[in-house]
């Protein structure tokens, strides 16, 4: 599965828009891109995955880049409660690798009032 | 509501003791893994079964040993072979085949040496 690199952390303010980013300059054409968060002490959250589509769901948007390299995972409204640790994973469909997701150190994000 | 529960949350274990993390799921869900995480750290895999009665090594597996015996329950065992086992230890599950969506996660065991 493709490597991916993401900020250790950023910080947002209530209310405004968190926009993550995830570089994934490896990524083969097969491969999908997750996001999990993981508020401290829980354990990891799906959010919402794409292969090369803009996504959309009730928690985030999922932006893919044309070359399909990079992505932004925005958060909307951000909330008090999305202070997390916020994991970007690039994800094969081969019966090798979908059994093993790979986590990386993620992006702290802390949201302020 | 179907879920994965990890028992207990909290474990302190002496130097030289094996202990016994627990993992149920009722999702009906084929395939489970173990992770294990530290301080500021990703997760890192230990074991994963995808069917009853196999299971392959993850990329940590030494010191460690896992059973499943049946579809609902995955349970680790942490043996006096594992040289550094505290560490926040996490229990997971995904439907069979390529599914999308992803895994399901308990919400974590922490595990203490004393």
Same mark, same amino acid.
């Given at each position: 599965?493709?490597?991916?690199?993401?900020?250790?952390?950023?910080?947002?303010?209530?209310?405004?828009?968190? %926009?993550?980013?995830?570089?994934?300059?490896?990524? @083969?054409? %097969?491969?999908?891109?997750?996001?999990?968060?993981?508020?401290?002490?829980?354990?990891?959250?799906?959010?919402?995955?794409?292969?090369?589509? %803009?996504?959309? %769901?009730?928690?985030? @948007?999922?932006?893919? +880049?044309?070359?399909?390299?990079?992505?932004?995972?925005?958060?909307?409204?951000?909330?008090?409660?999305?202070?997390?640790?916020?994991?970007?994973?690039?994800?094969?469909?081969?019966?090798?690798?979908w059994g093993k997701?790979?986590?990386?150190?993620? +992006?702290?994000?802390?949201?302020?009032? | 509501? #179907?879920?994965?529960?990890? *028992?207990?949350? =909290?474990? $302190?274990?002496?130097?030289?003791?094996? /202990?016994?993390? &627990?993992?149920?799921q009722?999702?009906?869900h084929d395939a489970m893994y173990?992770?294990?995480?530290?301080? #500021?750290? #990703?997760?890192?895999?230990?074991?994963y079964s995808q069917i !009853?009665?196999d299971f392959?090594?993850?990329?940590?597996?030494?010191? =460690? *040993? /896992? &059973?499943r015996?049946?579809k609902? *329950?995955f349970?680790?065992? !942490?043996? &006096?072979?594992?040289?550094?086992?505290?560490? $926040?230890?996490?229990?997971a599950s995904s439907p069979p085949g390529?599914q999308?969506?992803?895994y399901? $996660? #308990? &919400?974590?065991?922490?595990?203490? /040496? /004393?």
């Amino acid at each position: 599965d493709a490597k991916t690199t993401q900020p250790p952390s950023m910080d947002c303010a209530e209310g405004r828009a968190a %926009n993550l980013p995830c570089n994934h300059s490896t990524i @083969s054409g %097969n491969e999908y891109v997750y996001w999990y968060r993981q508020i401290h002490s829980q354990g990891p959250q799906y959010i919402i995955h794409g292969l090369k589509n %803009n996504e959309t %769901n009730e928690m985030a @948007s999922l932006i893919i +880049t044309e070359d399909r390299k990079s992505s932004t995972l925005i958060l909307p409204h951000a909330t008090l409660r999305d202070t997390a640790v916020y994991y970007c994973i690039v994800r094969g469909l081969t019966t090798d690798s979908w059994g093993k997701l790979q986590f990386g150190a993620g +992006t702290q994000v802390v949201v302020t009032p | 509501d #179907g879920g994965i529960t990890q *028992s207990p949350k =909290y474990l $302190f274990r002496k130097e030289g003791q094996n /202990v016994t993390l &627990s993992c149920e799921q009722n999702l009906n869900h084929d395939a489970m893994y173990w992770y294990r995480q530290d301080p #500021g750290q #990703g997760l890192r895999l230990i074991y994963y079964s995808q069917i !009853v009665n196999d299971f392959q090594k993850g990329d940590i597996a030494e010191g =460690y *040993s /896992v &059973s499943r015996e049946k579809k609902e *329950s995955f349970p680790l065992t !942490v043996t &006096s072979a594992q040289k550094n086992p505290t560490a $926040f230890y996490l229990c997971a599950s995904s439907p069979p085949g390529l599914q999308l969506r992803g895994y399901t $996660f #308990g &919400s974590g065991t922490r595990l203490t /040496v /004393v």
